[in-house]
């Protein structure tokens, strides 16, 4: 068994021949319990006897358990964002998504970017708003309607821009990547942006 102890609380975990079993913290136990004491910032761990049979409450592996356990915070986290949250933040949390490598939000004009994970943010700044300019005038010119989503795809990264009325998103992604999962993300990062 092994016991958690922190400033928020003390916990158990048991483990059975390498898979847990159970765990509980206050009044809280299973997946639940584990959830809990992965939130902690710090704490001290203490292996302890095993002692009396313990039910199992867990039954899943443990690669899973961690896996279930980071979304569920990552869920937890999103709805308790603050929504004045700063742009920098934003891009930064797109990092959460598969294969996302940059970030870069600009206004149309070019005056201002904002950017996480960018290695020359004001030559990429400059490139995304001139493309997204340069193809509404296109969807304008041949009577298409505004081009809001443009994606490519690179020997060394996939690139794809979200335009909107006055500011771009520019978003690097890893050549990995294929173009479904690519706009399956886009989507959601879409989605994360426009709120």
């Known amino acids: 068994m092994l016991k958690i102890t922190s400033a928020h609380g003390e916990g158990r975990v048991w483990i059975q021949k390498g898979e847990i079993i159970d765990a509980s913290v206050e009044d809280k136990s299973g997946k639940p319990a584990i959830v809990e004491m992965l939130a902690w910032k710090a704490g001290n761990f203490e292996i302890l006897p095993y002692g009396l049979p313990r039910p199992r409450n867990i039954f899943i592996n443990y690669e899973s358990l961690l ?62 708003s001139r493309t997204a300019k340069s193809f509404k005038q296109l969807g304008a010119k041949i009577q298409a309607g505004e081009l809001l989503d443009i994606e490519s795809l690179g020997h060394q990264r996939h690139l794809s821009i979200l335009s909107g009325d006055e500011e771009a998103l520019g978003i690097g992604f890893t050549r990995t990547l294929g173009i479904g999962q690519i706009r399956e993300t886009l989507k959601q990062i879409e989605a994360k942006w426009a709120y």
């Open 67 to 128: 896996m279930e356990t980071a979304q569920t915070m990552d869920e937890a986290v999103d709805t308790t964002e603050n929504p004045e949250q700063t742009p920098e933040g934003m891009l930064a949390s797109f990092s959460r998504f598969t294969g996302v490598q940059f970030a870069m939000a600009v206004d149309l004009d070019g005056n201002k970017h904002e950017h996480w994970g960018c290695d020359d943010p004001i030559a990429l700044g400059d490139w995304i």
